[in-house]
């Protein structure tokens, strides 16, 4: 490989919640290893690489010119977006009206959310959920109505569409959020799925909050399709979320953007972000993504798709032929692993608490599942060095799953 995924780098004491976060948040980050072991980091969704060299070049160019005032995105950045929209999505027509800046994708889910909705009413979410939709919609007055995915005959997770329909009308529901790829289950949804999703939105009068910041992040053999590519209803009922930071690993630079071809919501938006001065882009984070987005970007990013691919692929055969009890959906896309313990938990007489804790024992630092609706789950992060993925392996069967 041209690129370098397998250097371990000491990543304490240089801004890294993955690393200095440990034990400081109950519940949510892992506890610290004990005497003896090195800590693994497998659990908050960033990686554990370096990123594509044109960023930091980017970034260090513009450090170059000392001043840093006020400034408006480049027409540069725009055409960054668009580009990359169209070389990896194939998506055709994009315009720079239709892109705005969000401080976030999650801040953009709530500002979408303030313009669809009055605080208290009910929005429409699958579960497993990622834990940051949670706490964001309750944080700010939403009540959430989960629809339980379910698996089929092959242990694929699918859309219960049955289930949306109902809930869609039981609570009077007319904003939903739509995670593609999936996030923690790591689903890619087929264009029927989507579309079978959007007909049923149609048909209820439903606006659509797309979360594709994982968009970039599919595995060999699968492909994103975009929620507002699926029909004309879906292009001007969609509010779609995209980032460069999960793709770059550039979470700590902030720099989310929203794509919207309804002029009404495009203006809604728009005047949501204004009141508080919220959205103000860091002129670091736009020449971030304008490195990015860019052709060595790409060959970086077809690169990490195979070292992912790669480290998928060790771990769920390893937990196939050397754990009984313990079994994981091979991840479409993202880079987490949704491991389900209940056989495991069932035949030892365990609880995941347990589980949970022998591995940060034994410093896998794997993430609590229940607060992503998963009662015997794991959520496990997988962007890391080979090496570090087999040992990881080799603790579990050694010291975790082990009675």
């Not at 519940?27 to 290893?33: I, K, L, R, T, V």
């Not at 990896?88 to 889910?109: A, M, T, W």
């Not at 999936?182 to 797309?210: I, T």
């Not at 630092?365 to 570090?388: E, K, M, T, V, Y």
Request: contains cysteine; aromatic residues 10%; charged residues 20%.
């Amino acid at each position: 490989m041209h690129y370098d995924f397998t250097t371990i780098y000491d990543r304490h004491g240089k801004d890294a919640l993955a690393v200095d976060g440990v034990g400081t948040n109950p519940g949510f980050s892992p506890e610290a290893p004990k005497d003896g072991f090195s800590f693994l980091p497998m659990w908050v969704a960033d990686m554990n690489f370096a990123t594509v060299p044109t960023i930091p070049q980017a970034i260090a160019k513009r450090i170059e010119h000392p001043l840093f005032g006020y400034f408006t995105p480049t027409d540069a950045y725009y055409q960054a977006i668009i580009d990359w929209q169209r070389t990896q999505n194939g998506v055709e027509g994009l315009l720079s009206k239709h892109i705005g800046y969000e401080n976030g994708v999650l801040g953009g889910v709530v500002s979408a959310l303030n313009i669809l909705c009055s605080r208290g009413d009910n929005v429409l979410v699958l579960a497993p959920t990622y834990v940051g939709f949670t706490s964001s919609l309750e944080n700010n007055g939403y009540k959430i109505i989960h629809s339980q995915m379910k698996k089929d005959e092959n242990g694929v997770w699918r859309m219960d569409y049955a289930d949306m329909e109902e809930k869609l009308v039981q609570y009077k529901i007319h904003a939903t959020i739509v995670c593609s790829p999936h996030n923690p289950c790591g689903r890619v949804w087929e264009r029927w799925e989507l579309e079978q999703a959007m007909e049923l939105f149609k048909k209820h009068d439903v606006y659509v909050v797309s979360d594709e910041i994982w968009s970039d992040l599919t595995m060999p053999g699968y492909h994103h399709i975009p929620t507002q590519s699926v029909s004309s209803d879906a292009k001007l009922r969609t509010i779609a979320l995209y980032a460069p930071s999960k793709t770059f690993n550039l979470a700590g630079l902030i720099g989310s953007y929203h794509i919207i071809y309804n002029d009404r919501l495009r203006d809604r938006m728009r005047k949501e972000s204004s009141l508080s001065h919220y959205d103000s882009m860091n002129v670091l984070s736009m020449h971030a993504l304008i490195g990015a987005y860019s052709t060595e970007g790409r060959d970086w990013l077809t690169e990490l798709r195979e070292v992912l691919a790669g480290n998928i692929d060790d771990v769920c055969g390893f937990m196939k032929t050397e754990l009984s009890g313990v079994t994981a959906f091979r991840a479409q896309g993202t880079y987490m692993l949704f491991v389900d313990c209940t056989d495991y938990c069932d035949a030892h007489n365990v609880s995941i608490a347990e589980i949970l804790g022998r591995g940060w024992d034994a410093g896998i630092g794997w993430q609590d599942g229940r607060p992503f609706h998963g009662q015997h789950h794991i959520r496990l992060n997988l962007a890391l060095p080979n090496s570090l993925v087999k040992e990881a392996c080799k603790r579990m069967k050694q010291f975790v799953f082990c009675d």
